[in-house]
């Protein structure tokens, strides 16, 4: 049973810092694309950051030097690291798996950036 468990979100004040993890299981972790996406209420969502299991990392524009991915193949774990976050990046955060045709989700985590 493949499982993706975001942790890591709250609520934290215009120019903080958070960092999310996603741990997964049930796949070989190395061989998987892994990305982060978000979802604000009423808006479709959106990629945030991809790290494929080669090649280069990519940021959504709107978080480009603010935000950055990283992986742990050896923890089955991706990261998130977001910076001077803005009230903007309020959203739903999500993780996500990918490897040719197989696609999965996790849950979700929240983020509220508010004063």
């Known amino acids: 049973q493949v499982q993706l468990v975001e942790s890591g979100g709250g609520v934290v004040q215009p120019g903080g810092s958070l960092r999310l993890s996603c741990a997964a299981s049930?796949?070989?972790?190395?061989?998987?694309?892994m990305n982060w996406y978000r979802q604000a209420p009423g808006a479709q969502r959106e990629l945030v950051a991809a790290?494929?299991?080669?090649?280069?990392?990519n940021y959504g524009d709107s978080v480009k030097g603010r935000f950055t991915i990283s992986r742990d193949n050896a923890k089955n774990t991706v990261y998130l690291q977001m910076n001077s976050l803005k009230p903007e990046d309020t959203a739903v955060y999500y993780c996500?798996?990918?490897?040719?045709?197989?696609?999965?989700w996790g849950q979700g985590t929240q983020v509220t950036v508010s004063s």
């Open positions: 996500n798996a990918v490897y040719f045709t197989n696609r999965y």
């Open positions: 049930g796949i070989r972790f190395s061989n998987y694309a």
């Open positions: 790290i494929p299991s080669k090649g280069s990392i």
